[in-house]
């Protein structure tokens, strides 16, 4: 064959190959581009919804993962080994392949990816598009304050990545912090945020006061304290919120976005598919109902088709703080924890022993009202609270106190103890501020990085996995040892626990992860 011909034939088979390459090259129809989708307010919008979702979805393992690492819970469950994973996050004896650790930190970085799609994206020169984008800046930097906070120096990743710039190294704290204030900054001053009409409005989004409460949640962090105080003080002056009057109904179903409630992801009920709202965060919470006697309306009122598992177990210590505090009688403490003996006059009669020192958490109880039983109970209908105003009203006071404010410090405090039925204070220190924090935001994912924030996480931490106890149906707790007692194997550990460590996974995936010292 000659040259000539042989060129002929490749000549032919491009022609061919191209001809067919544009016959297959023809649009999806009723599919739209990626690069072309976000051109109109209504695409905006599903884009901003997205972010919402998946911060509602990384609410169990945020949840557990903060609680978990404070000293106001056992892991509980009811038995030892019933959530290994739990019992790791509680007793500090975890590595770096920790599941609730990864999907934590997986889950922060999987909502800034959708924040990052709308600031990329929903650019056109409209009012909508402002707001999303306002909305994003938010939420963003709502995740990045945890990852700060509890990595350190985690990737800095402000834009939707090329291939090229997957395996993103450690970012420094400095610049980190500084996309925080600037995201909350021009959040805040876009003037796009919507704001309640009114202190008993029911706004689910992001409001410019939420901005605010976490732009002063930062600045705290960062120990700018007049900074702070000016941001907490401006939601309080706002006259948009305020404490929910009775305490023990903050977070029931039929007070969704109450008064008191700075940001919630909210659930709507679908009878057509209960699933919608899958949940496993109220089932951690219940105590254990298969191991109680109850009568009717108890079980009316509590009991529905899947049993709670009895995790987050109030500790003695937390119930002792609340009564050095209130007295056993403390109007917020019994609005709180109820003890056995509570629970028996109640209707509820302990039969089986399960893991936990005789107390009851009370305040997030699940009531049968709130869980879909078409669901077998793994729907939530609660929302999901993130912030309320009694925690704004507690960053305010310690940053009002360390701006050099004794007497707004004392105000804000002292709003949180009126509520609680609880004598006003002449004057506030740290220990008072700290004291009130603990008890009044319990169970309410604040108190782990409040310790390591105030240097006091040894303090509290150190043995927390040396025993776990037995509560027996007489009423006796019996306290069992754990690690044969080598406290290298358990417990808070100064110069390791004050940042998480990277998870292994992500370790193996992207080599410019530098690890925390001691993992």
């Given at each position: 064959?000659?040259?000539k011909k042989i060129i002929s034939i490749f000549a032919i088979s491009a022609l061919v190959l191209t001809g067919c390459n544009k016959l297959l090259d023809i649009p999806q129809h009723g599919a739209q581009g990626f690069e072309g989708y976000y051109s109109t307010d209504a695409e905006a919008e599903t884009a901003i919804n997205a972010a919402y979702l998946q911060l509602r979805g990384n609410s169990t393992n945020v949840f557990m ?435 998480l460590p990277y998870p292994g996974l992500e370790i193996r995936l992207n080599s410019n992860i530098k690890q925390n010292p001691g993992w």
């Open positions: 064959m000659t040259m993962g903060k609680n978990l690492q404070s000293d106001d819970v056992w892991a509980g469950g009811g038995g030892r080994n019933d959530n290994a994973d739990l019992e790791q996050l509680n007793e500090f004896s975890f590595n770096t392949d920790q599941s609730y650790i990864q999907g934590m930190f997986e889950g922060y970085y999987g909502v800034i990816y959708k924040c990052n799609v709308v600031l990329g994206h929903c650019t056109l020169d409209t009012p909508t598009m402002k707001r999303v984008c306002a909305e994003a800046r938010v939420i963003r930097a709502m995740q990045y304050f945890d990852l700060i906070t509890l990595w350190g120096n985690p990737p800095l990743v402000d834009h939707e990545l090329d291939p090229s710039e997957y395996s993103m190294p450690n970012g420094s704290t400095e610049d980190l912090w500084n996309l925080v204030n600037t995201d909350l900054k021009t959040a805040i001053e876009s003037g796009y945020l919507p704001e309640k009409s009114n202190v008993n409005d029911k706004q689910w989004k992001v409001t410019k006061q939420f901005a605010q409460a976490l732009y002063g949640k930062a600045l705290l962090w960062q120990e700018d304290y007049a900074g702070a105080a000016a941001q907490l003080n401006a939601v309080i002056d706002s006259k948009l919120y305020d404490l929910y009057p009775v305490y023990e109904d903050i977070y029931l179903y039929s007070n969704k976005m109450s008064c008191e409630s700075l940001f919630e992801s909210i659930r709507i009920t679908n009878p057509s598919n209960a699933f919608e709202n899958f949940d496993f965060t109220h089932l951690f919470l219940h105590w254990r109902t298969e191991r109680f006697s109850m009568t009717d309306e108890m079980n009316t009122r509590f009991v529905t088709m899947q049993t709670g598992y009895g995790f987050l177990s109030p500790r003695k210590a937390l119930y002792e703080a609340f009564v050095a505090e209130e007295g056993k009688a403390g109007y917020r403490l019994n609005s709180t924890l109820k003890t056995l003996d509570q629970f028996a006059d109640m209707g509820m009669k302990l039969t089986a022993s399960l893991i936990g020192e005789g107390t009851f958490q009370w305040k997030r109880r699940v009531e049968a009202s709130g869980v879909d039983p078409s669901s077998y109970s793994f729907s939530m209908e609660d929302d999901f609270i993130w912030m309320r105003y009694a925690e704004v009203l507690l960053l305010a006071a310690e940053a009002n106190l360390k701006a050099g404010n004794a007497s707004k410090a004392a105000e804000c405090l002292n709003a949180v103890r009126t509520r609680a039925q609880l004598p006003a204070k002449a004057s506030v220190t740290m220990d008072d501020i700290k004291t009130e924090k603990r008890l009044e935001l319990c169970y309410d994912m604040c108190r782990y990085q409040d310790l390591l924030r105030w240097g006091d996480a040894e303090k509290y931490l150190a043995n927390q996995g040396e025993n776990y106890p037995e509560l027996q149906p007489n009423g006796n707790v019996v306290y069992k040892p754990l690690y044969d007692g080598d406290k290298s194997k358990y417990g808070w550990k100064k110069g390791k626990n004050e940042l």
